[in-house]
């Protein structure tokens, strides 16, 4: 299902209001969360449903997607920081699991992240965000499909466009969760603002499925709920017609 929504606002509200709802009905949901520009308002609009007791989260298990490898907690540039700024910081203490990168042996964290997502029963609800090059975590063009949680190396456009974004150089690995543990995922919601992510969600979602557009696999889930901007959604509306999965 494609809901087109008004701006960024509108939809981190839909997010938030989704990931409310499922608290309400499993409250002990295992969750998928991403970071990055496009979920910042979706935080907020959590954090005050927590406040306001709309959802319980004492038995939630909260994961995030991916982490840059190399970083502690306390580096401004680590989503573990991000976390807590954006969420962490402004509601009760939840359980909540990243990937520890500041280690010598990353992959076995990689390897125990994973172990710990199954434990967890595998994700209720996934969040995902999508880079420009189709990337979703840090899976990046050319990850196998059937992959699980690994270390990955950042696409370039991935290091340049976050260098960016956060002001200062960032690792060239992360940790994160592999396609095939997002697939496995029984709902997931991709999310898209802005002008410029309408060639890649075009790209994701209309044109064939392959490892080169990781995004792309996300035609072959079956309960996918993608939450876009006017904008994001620029490319995909004129071909609204053609798209099996537009609502009618
Ligand atoms: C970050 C992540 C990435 C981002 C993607 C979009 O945890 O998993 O896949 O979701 O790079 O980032 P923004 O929202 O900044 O455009």
Do not use: R, Y
């Given at each position: 299902m494609i809901k087109i929504l008004k701006n960024l606002e509108e939809v981190d509200l839909e997010a938030a209001r989704i990931l409310a709802k499922q608290l309400i009905l499993k409250p002990n949901s295992a969750v998928a969360l991403p970071t990055g520009l496009t979920p910042l308002k979706m935080y907020e609009a959590f954090a005050n449903f927590a406040r306001s007791k709309i959802v319980e989260l004492k038995d939630v298990h909260f994961f995030n997607l991916d982490e840059y490898i190399?970083?502690?907690?306390?580096?401004?540039?680590s989503y573990a920081y991000y976390m807590r700024a954006n969420l962490f910081s402004k509601i009760a203490k939840v359980d909540h699991r990243i990937p520890k990168t500041n280690t010598l042996d990353p992959e076995k964290e990689a390897l125990d992240y994973e172990k710990a997502i199954r434990s967890a029963g595998g994700f209720d609800l996934c969040f995902l965000g999508i880079g420009v090059?189709?990337?979703?975590?840090?899976?990046?063009?050319?990850?196998?499909?059937?992959?699980?949680t690994h270390v990955a190396n950042l696409h370039s456009s991935t290091i340049e466009r976050n260098t960016k974004q956060i002001g200062k150089s960032i690792p060239r690995k992360a940790i994160t969760v592999g396609i095939k543990t997002i697939m496995n995922s029984r709902r997931i919601v991709l999310m898209a603002v802005g002008i410029e992510k309408a060639k890649v969600i075009s790209q994701a979602l209309l044109d064939d499925i392959t490892p080169e557009l990781?995004?792309?696999?996300?035609?072959?889930?079956p309960n996918l709920t993608i939450l876009l901007d006017e904008e994001s959604a620029q490319k995909i509306n004129s071909s609204a017609n053609e798209f099996h999965l537009i609502n009618p």
């Open positions: 190399g970083l502690t907690k306390s580096d401004s540039s090059d189709g990337h979703i975590g840090f899976n990046e063009p050319g990850t196998s499909f059937s992959s699980v990781p995004a792309s696999v996300l035609q072959l889930h």
